[in-house]
């Protein structure tokens, strides 16, 4: 079993639509990261979070410690925001991260 | 700046063939990865050094080998190439840190892309 589950694992959307990906932990953590990758391109980070909430242009992302649970959300999506979006977690104790599998989204112009 | 630059970026070779991966962050990260993407995009942890030192490794084959010259500096070399050994290799970099204390981003460079023929 994963220490991180994400859903869905593909998303298709049509251009404006509002998207939401959720991320679920089973470990007590230091940090949350969300990351982005376009196909073919090289990863990004596009959060850290360790409490509450944090708004980056048209992304949203927000965590519950007491529940273990994370979740990213897209206002008004673009095409170009087509990629695969990965959860992170660095746990409390060593230097590792756990991975979730990945959310493909596509978005539909 | 590249934060996280790894070379090269794409790697054509025959099995049997010996190969290397160079990473190097200029970031003054203390602790350096090495992850393994899969066709399914899932990113699995080989190695991991703090220091130059190893402080994770995983169930890899001995054909895998991580030098750490210096902290911003993390090589993987691989002898035997194998068929299965075909992905893309993705260094990384971030604070390593103690019990409780969020000690900053996760840097990724861009990926190398290893076929083996």
């Known amino acids: 079993k994963n220490e991180v589950e994400q859903s869905p694992q593909n998303l298709t959307a049509q251009e404006g639509e509002f998207i939401t990906i959720n991320c679920s932990y089973s470990v007590g953590i230091s940090a949350l990261h969300w990351l982005q990758q376009h196909p073919g391109g090289g990863i990004v980070s596009l959060f850290m979070?360790?409490?509450g909430k944090k708004k980056h242009g048209r992304l949203i992302a927000t965590i519950n410690i007491q529940e273990k649970h994370s979740s990213l959300h897209i206002t008004a999506s673009h095409p170009r925001d087509s990629a695969v979006y990965i959860c992170?977690?660095?746990?409390?104790?060593?230097?590792?991260?756990?991975f979730g599998t990945g959310t493909s989204l596509t978005v539909i112009p | 700046d590249t934060a996280v630059s790894q070379t090269p970026k794409y790697l054509v070779t025959q099995m049997g063939n010996d190969k290397s991966i160079k990473c190097e962050q200029n970031l003054g990260h203390d602790t350096m990865y090495w992850y393994k993407q899969d066709s399914k995009k899932f990113l699995k942890i080989m190695f991991s050094y703090n220091n130059k030192e190893l402080i994770i490794n995983e169930t890899v084959p001995n054909r895998f080998s991580p030098k750490s010259p210096d902290k911003a500096h993390l090589n993987l070399h691989i002898n035997s190439l194998e068929l299965g050994d075909s992905a893309v290799y993705f260094c990384a970099s971030s604070h390593g840190g103690q019990g409780g204390r969020n000690t900053g981003e996760l840097f990724f460079g861009e990926g190398s892309r290893l076929t083996v023929l």
């Open positions: 992170a977690v660095r746990p409390y104790t060593g230097n590792q991260f756990y």
């Open positions: 979070l360790s409490s």
